[in-house]
């Protein structure tokens, strides 16, 4: 049972358009959100996190925002670079305890 | 240079040999943590160690060992490997025993014949 959801195995944006990144989770303990960014070869780098009594957080291009009623948060990059075509994981955790993962999500940036 | 790092980065072995992969950190991180990366599902945790000699299972522990005798390496260990155990796997380290904000090592790709 997946606690940590990512229904979107990929993701094709145009350059300089906003590439929204879903995540839905089923916990409600979970009191802590990241997401990570992985390239091909290398391990995941964290990019951006989200403490639960937020709704939404930005840092540059890259915002995330949660819906706690939900369960659901989005990851948005505006405008999208064709640098960011990589694997976007979503993590979350309970309490400090340890983190939890969707499956990822591939986003693709043409040029 | 702040890393993690992971030897070998590939392996292809044989059911049932005994083989280690190692994992360290020059951070000085408490917390240390192994994934594996599966199609479909993900990272998921093997074993996560909070401290030196202080070492906990995590969602999918078993047929693996790990141990932590000093605070830089974590070394994960598989006693009698299968196929199932083939896999992408990860070393991560966190500045606190929280763990939030991960570094990742560069994966060791492992296939079990």
């Known amino acids: 049972d997946q606690q940590v959801k990512q229904n979107s195995p990929s993701l094709s944006v145009q350059e300089g358009r906003i590439s929204i990144l879903n995540c839905d989770y089923t916990n409600s303990m979970f009191d802590y959100f990241l997401w990570y960014k992985k390239y091909p070869a290398e391990g995941p780098t964290f990019l951006i996190s989200?403490?639960?009594?937020?709704d939404k957080n930005e840092d540059g291009r890259f915002t995330v925002f949660l819906n706690k009623s939900a369960k659901h948060l989005s990851l948005h990059i505006v405008p999208s670079q064709p640098g960011d075509s990589a694997v976007y994981f979503c993590a979350a955790s309970a309490d400090g305890n340890k983190l939890v993962f969707g499956a990822g999500t591939i986003l693709r940036v043409k040029s | 240079e702040a890393q993690v790092t992971q030897n070998p980065r590939y392996l292809i072995t044989v059911t049932g040999k005994k083989l280690t992969v190692t994992c360290s950190q020059n951070m000085n991180h408490e917390y240390m943590s192994w994934y594996r990366q599966d199609p479909g599902l993900g990272l998921r945790q093997i074993y996560y160690s909070m401290n030196v000699e202080v070492t906990d299972k995590g969602d999918v522990p078993e047929g693996y060992k790990v141990s932590r005798k000093e605070k830089r390496n974590f070394p994960l260990i598989l006693e009698s490997p299968s196929p199932n155990q083939t896999s992408l796997y990860f070393c991560?380290?966190?500045?606190?025993?929280?763990?939030?904000?991960?570094?990742f090592g560069p994966g060791t790709r492992l296939t079990v014949l």
């Open positions: 989200i403490s639960s009594i937020k």
């Open positions: 991560a380290s966190s500045p606190n025993v929280s763990p939030d904000t991960q570094y």
